[in-house]
């Protein structure tokens, strides 16, 4: 599976979109894209996925370069329950999933 | 989305004992599970793959003989953490894939707390 690189943290202000940036510069063709967060003590939760098309749901937007070589994960307004710690993970589905350090989110009132 | 339950949420055992962890999937099945292990500030590291009705596959430098996994049932998969050492305290989580959604999101359960006194 491909290596990400994410910065270690970022800080949002409450009420304010947060973009977290991920570089994936070796992926390859059917590698998907994943987001998952984790929540202090909690299992983590599932975000988001995309192969080559931006995607949106309730949660977040994914935006994916056209080489693919980068992706950025925007919520469009953080909270103070959005502070966490942010994976960005690249395989091909249905296998085994590496996490890597992530980023780690402070949202402040 | 689709859940998976953990049982127990915690627990403290004496050095040498054992413990038995259990990952359930509660509306879904899951031919394949994974056991992670989390350390205080660190990010989660795999442990195994589980799969149903066959031997797990583990990463490497984890110990098979330590860290029994049993995979019975499409949504059951238990972890035993035999012979249990004080470093052996860690967050342990599990996560399973619906056998129908290959590319989707894997689930996570909510993570067992082990202490080893």
């Known amino acids: 599976d491909a290596k990400t690189t994410q910065p270690p943290s970022m800080d949002c202000a409450e009420g304010r979109a947060a973009n977290l940036p991920c570089n994936h510069s070796?992926?390859?063709?059917?590698?998907?894209v994943y987001w998952y967060r984790q929540i202090h003590s909690q299992g983590p939760q599932y975000i988001i996925h995309?192969?080559?098309n931006n995607e949106t749901n309730e949660m977040a937007s994914l935006i994916i370069t056209e080489d693919r070589k980068s992706s950025t994960l925007i919520l469009p307004h953080a909270t103070l329950r959005d502070t966490a710690v942010y994976y960005c993970?690249?395989?091909?589905?249905?296998?085994?999933?590496?996490f890597g350090a992530g980023t780690r989110l402070f949202v402040k009132a | 989305g689709a859940v998976v339950s953990q049982h127990p949420s915690w627990v403290i055992c004496k050095s040498g004992t054992s413990v038995k962890i259990e990952c359930r999937s509660l509306?879904?099945?899951?031919?394949?599970m994974f056991w992670y292990r989390q350390f205080p500030k660190q990010s989660l590291m795999l442990m195994a793959t589980?799969?149903?009705?066959?031997?797990?596959?583990?990463e490497q430098g984890v110990e098979k003989d330590k860290f029994l996994i049993n995979h019975a049932s499409l949504t059951l998969s238990t972890l035993t953490v035999t012979s249990a050492h004080p470093e052996d305290s860690s967050f342990y989580i599990c996560?399973?894939?619906?056998?129908?959604?290959?590319?989707?999101?894997?689930?996570f359960g909510p993570g067992t707390r082990l202490t080893v006194l």
């Open positions: 996560s399973a894939r619906d056998t129908r959604d290959t590319y989707n999101e894997q689930f």
């Open positions: 993970i690249v395989n091909t589905g249905g296998f085994k999933t590496i």
């Open positions: 509306d879904f099945q899951a031919t394949t």
């Open positions: 995309g192969l080559k």
């Open positions: 070796t992926i390859s063709g059917n590698e998907y």
């Open positions: 589980s799969n149903e009705g066959s031997k797990a596959t583990y």
